[in-house]
């Protein structure tokens, strides 16, 4: 091979390592990576699942996304599924619930002959513990006492951030295995969205969200071990992110399904400076999704909050 010809490697869409023989011209592989790849996406209606969506949907892939409000849903195929290479569907469905899941999985299954890219991406953030306190009373009043931490906070907490994670994957093996046939040197690719919360040592005044989260990112590594055993090819990370704008972080989506926050809040929090934008994230997506080396590792994409909150 001439050096020309080792050139034309490292041009954008060989680097994603996505190809296909129905293209037309070169040229289309630098428009639309991922043209006939189908990912599906949990929470797509906002947010960090928004950004997502956008990122497969407008590089050329046909995108589902899910959540359990219609309206919502409808609203993101609307304004951001027109003129561009990829589609936006969308289907309500219940994550936590296992019938919904086995349900989302045949409504799949009757559009679809494969499933490329899984995004779990759905996720809350319930109670907020003040940890200041240096006073023994104090402090179990704050994280015993205080009624937004019960138990029953606990369990939803990580029934959304970690069981439907572990249920959704598994129901859809078949469809994801499916995809990696589709096309040589392409692995269908499984994404959790997790969290450097689920890293840094300091509880950021929720334990149940930060304890879900390193939970994911262990259940992300177990699943990556275990579906690699079994002759699988289908590669699991999770993307960890920092500060981003979204309706848990933000408390609030505006008419265009988009939340914000405001520089100044997080100038001396980050190495960056600044909250993450819709690019540095879709950027990361990207990353995940395409390269074929990557298995079984966390992506943190935090602006270097890491790096100054430490972790353990």
Not at 56 to 70: D, F, P, S
Not at 168 to 181: I, N, R
């Amino acid at each position: 091979m001439d050096p020309q010809q080792i050139n034309q490697n490292f041009q954008l869409a060989n680097l994603f390592n996505v190809k296909d023989k129905g293209m037309k011209s070169p040229s289309d592989h630098k428009k639309y990576i991922l043209i006939y790849k189908v990912a599906l996406i949990t929470g797509g209606g906002s947010g960090i699942g928004l950004m997502a969506t956008q990122a497969l949907a407008v590089n050329g892939a046909k995108v589902y996304i899910t959540g359990r409000t219609q309206e919502k849903l409808d609203k993101v195929a609307e304004l951001y599924g027109q003129n561009i290479s990829g589609q936006i569907i969308p289907i309500t469905s219940d994550i936590t619930d296992k019938q919904s899941i086995d349900k989302l999985v045949k409504e799949i299954s009757s559009r679809e002959k494969f499933l490329s890219i899984l995004i779990n991406n759905a996720g809350i953030s319930t109670g907020h513990q003040n940890t200041e306190h240096e006073d023994p009373h104090e402090l179990r009043k704050s994280l015993f006492e205080d009624e937004s931490g019960d138990i029953a906070a606990w369990d939803d907490t990580f029934r959304t951030n970690v069981t439907q994670t572990f249920f959704v994957t598994s129901a859809f093996l078949p469809l994801l295995q499916k995809g990696s046939e589709q096309e040589r040197g392409w692995s269908s690719t499984i994404i959790n969205i997790t969290s450097i919360s689920g890293i840094v040592k300091v509880s950021q005044h929720h334990f149940a969200y930060n304890a879900s989260k390193a939970a994911a990112i262990h259940l992300t590594k177990m699943l990556a071990h275990e579906v690699m055993t079994s002759k699988l090819r289908i590669r699991v990370n999770n993307i960890a992110p920092g500060v981003f704008p979204s309706e848990m972080t933000a408390g609030e989506s505006d008419e265009k399904q988009k939340s914000s926050i405001p520089k100044e809040k997080y100038e001396g929090k980050t190495a960056a400076r600044r909250p993450g934008k819709d690019e540095d994230m879709a950027s990361t997506v990207l990353f995940v999704a395409t390269n074929q080396y990557l298995n079984g590792q966390t992506v943190a994409v935090d602006g270097g909050y890491v790096l100054t909150a430490g972790s353990l």
